[in-house]
């Protein structure tokens, strides 16, 4: 198949105009935990009692006494009173109820080993690290920094955290040293975990060399490192006077019995931070009874999930899409959750097949850009497996594009599984706009309504909603109980980033704004299009224009430069550099190579530019500032529109033909 053929399927206007729609098959319809459509309805009147049905998934040690406390919006409050501890409800009560020898985790290595943890050991193992971490000295609301590839030592890491109550900060092991230090510094975060590598493509990557290199970094003392040995012999490491090996310590702590912290609704369940508009990573804050009731709930509704199912998301821990939904709400659930350590094409292009084929997977959840691939690959690997075990599909992290949903529906669902297109955020903590499979009519393309109880709406710049038909910007109008509390020691940013654009702060009318332009059609269904503030979204992952502009400024012989997304085949949006060399320096291939490292080394390998442009000068208005419209125009290959209102129109022409070629 082309690549023209992954991703083209015309205009947005085209293609849904002529929208295929699908309704979701009976045989799912008749098992599905949601079939009545009357939940609309019922969430609407009862709002916002009507998430007492999320909480009700959990077990609390002290019941709740307010469900939705306003007094202080936009710091909204949900299950005010209650108290409960998310590693019990992910662990014990399970064992309680008798499902010790129920598989938890299914973890796959790169390699091709396997390790099944049961709820019972999943559980002892969890206990003998919370001890362990309270040996070191961690206390509650101490923040623990896990910074770990797709090993299990890592979901392990996160609900011991919880189960002491110390908030946990992952940081995606795909990023740089620098990313890490800073992420320690803004959380003053004192513990680390880490490991010392993994396997990619079947090399053994170097993890605590970047590790150290980042901790050097950090400004304060870094009082205890636990470092995993994922690698053995395939990687010679010794580890400095504060760092210990995981193993040892799990070894002397194990049998510990750790009684789970009764943590307040509200408590801090773990920060992630996420790119924004400046230099500066967000630290998203979550909470113990609201995050971890609307995960349970939107793994319940949405991805169907049942105690006896066999369930994989492809993501990695490291995002929010891993937290809620490979660990928190599966578990929650007390259902089999599937962990991959490696890349889906190696040893070959079967293998994420393979693993469905084996595990039996029922439900299978991952990324446009993960879609894209595999029907680039064609549709001989997953051919090759039996994968009838599959019964829903999710989707996540960007718009997919009509070609590539059906891709998915037929050649991995069969034509026989719902596909869930699912929009959501780091922010959200769950899935806010998608379709209920049991319920609702499938439009590829578009993500569906907003959830029972969501109130999402499509609104023009002065705030007024949009009719049927428009686009305009997505909006919440109502809180829901996984949403962020606040970004951490932030409280302005949190106002001023989400909450400033749509709301009417004397009448106490709070509306959040995800920043993000959407359109909705007749039936009330969503169409997300995508970042509409200076974001870009690579394969699914969020990367802010400024943090990547600010690593190329910094590279000497550098006197400009301006980052763009432009479109990508495969990956959704790639990263476009245009770079204005200083007097004296030359724009060529050894620059260009300092560029592209100093990118790899503030953020990570994801953020790699695909192209690096130089220019004498970028497109600027006459008020002198940058054109970023133009240049995403001609990173994706546009046609280009009137230049003449520019002040140096001239430029235009050079650099579209360094990228497009004439
Ligand atoms: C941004 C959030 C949610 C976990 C993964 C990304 C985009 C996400 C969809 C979707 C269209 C989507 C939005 C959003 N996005 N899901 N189904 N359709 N766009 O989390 O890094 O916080 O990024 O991803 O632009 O704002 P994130």
Redesign the pocket.
Known sequence: MSEEDVRGDGGLEARLEEQETFEPPESFVEQANVTDESIYEEFEEEWPQCWEQAADLLEWDEPYDTVLEDEEAPFYEWFTGGNLNASYNCLDRHVEDGAKNRAAIKWEGELGETRTYTYGDLLNEVEAFAATLRDLGVEEDDVVTLYMPMIPELPIAMLACARIGAPHSAVFAGFSADALATRMNSADSEYLVTCDGYYRRGDALDHLSKTNEGLEDVEHEVSDVVVVDRLGDDLEHSLADNQHDYDELVDEHAGASVEPVSRDAEDMLFLMY?SGTTGQPKGVKHTTGGYLSYAAWTSQAVLDIKPEDTYWCSADIG???GHSYIVYGPLALGTTTVMYEGTPDYPDKDRLWEIVENHRVDIFYTAPTAIRAFMKWGAEYPDQHDLSSLRLLG??????NPRAWKWYYQNIGNEECPVV???????TGGMMVTTLPGVNTMKPGS?GPPLPGVDARIVDAAGEEVEAGNAGYLTVQKPWPGMLRTLYNNDERFISEYWQEYSDEEADEWVYF???GAKIDDDGYIT?L??VDDVI?VS???LGTMEIESAIVGVSGVAEAAVVGGEHDIKGEAVYTYVIPEDGYEGGDDLREQIVEAVEDAIGPIARPEEVVFTPELPKTRSGKIMRRLLEDIASGNELGNTSTLRNPEVVEDIAEQVQGD
């Open positions: 996420t995002w929010i899409t989707t996540v992290g960007e718009p997919i297109d699912t929009w959501w955020q780091t922010e993500a995800p920043e993000d997300v995508g970042r979204n699914g992952h969020r």
